[in-house]
């Protein structure tokens, strides 16, 4: 069984790939740690495909799986539901907001927990994603419980058997399903750890929604993650 499998959802990342990939494979390696970065790019119409499959033809800690666009969300899940295998998964994004350094209190505070999260400080959102990050928390605080204070970090370290029933029983087309592991956790009383991580704005592309899409794509997670709670 694999120590550790690393989840990085990856589209129209060109700008931001090479950095990623190489921080956090520095980082892993010096904590001599077993682990497999799996990139799932999810149909990228630049050049990050071909960058990702140019990095792992040097990098065999590195696997590269292409897939047809299905969003962030459903991305996230494929890459949960295929690497269940290891005893701990880790999903961090693609965009470089959140930076490898960070990792290395999350590993070494395991061992006494299911479930280590960060929560994002220096921030700096525009409104809308500020309102729907709040009406998300106010939602999986309701209805599963409020001990996770950044329910969507994308900055989060699991113990794969204390999740892996559940997540199997996720929609595939979950539109935010970190939404759902956070519930999860809070419901099933898991022992959860909680860490600041710093966030950086993000210096290349550009977020993939905006505005009136953002408020619509929030309030399908939200029903999704409200009718999950009472299957």
Not at 29 to 57: C, H, M, P, R, V
Not at 159 to 175: G, M, Q
Not at 177 to 189: D, E, F, Q, W
Request: proline share 4%; hydrophobic share 40%.
């Amino acid at each position: 069984m694999s120590e550790l499998k690393i989840i990085i959802p990856v589209y129209n990342e060109e700008g931001a790939i090479s950095d990623v990939i190489h921080d956090w494979t520095q980082t892993l390696s010096s904590l001599n740690i077993d682990y497999t970065i799996y990139t799932f790019n999810d149909g990228s119409k630049d050049q990050t495909l071909q960058i990702l499959n140019k990095l792992a033809e040097e990098n065999d800690r590195l696997q590269v799986v292409d897939k047809p666009n299905s969003g962030h969300g459903p991305t996230i899940l494929k890459g949960y539901k295929e690497n269940l295998d290891a005893q701990w998964l880790f999903q961090i994004d693609s965009d470089n907001e959140l930076k490898a350094n960070e990792f290395e209190k999350f590993w070494k505070a395991r061992h006494d927990f299911d479930f280590l999260i960060g929560y994002r400080i220096h921030r700096n959102s525009p409104l809308p994603r500020v309102v729907t990050t709040l009406i998300s928390k106010l939602t999986v605080g309701f209805f599963y419980g409020n001990r996770v204070k950044d329910v969507n970090a994308p900055f989060r370290l699991m113990r794969s058997s204390k999740f892996h029933d559940d997540i199997l029983r996720i929609p595939d087309n979950t539109f935010a399903p970190n939404l759902i592991v956070s519930g999860i956790a809070n419901l099933r009383k898991l022992r959860i750890q909680q860490f600041p991580v710093t966030h950086h704005n993000r210096e290349t592309g550009e977020v993939s929604i905006k505005k009136w899409k953002l408020f619509k794509a929030a309030f399908k997670s939200l029903i999704q993650t409200i009718t999950f709670r009472f299957k």
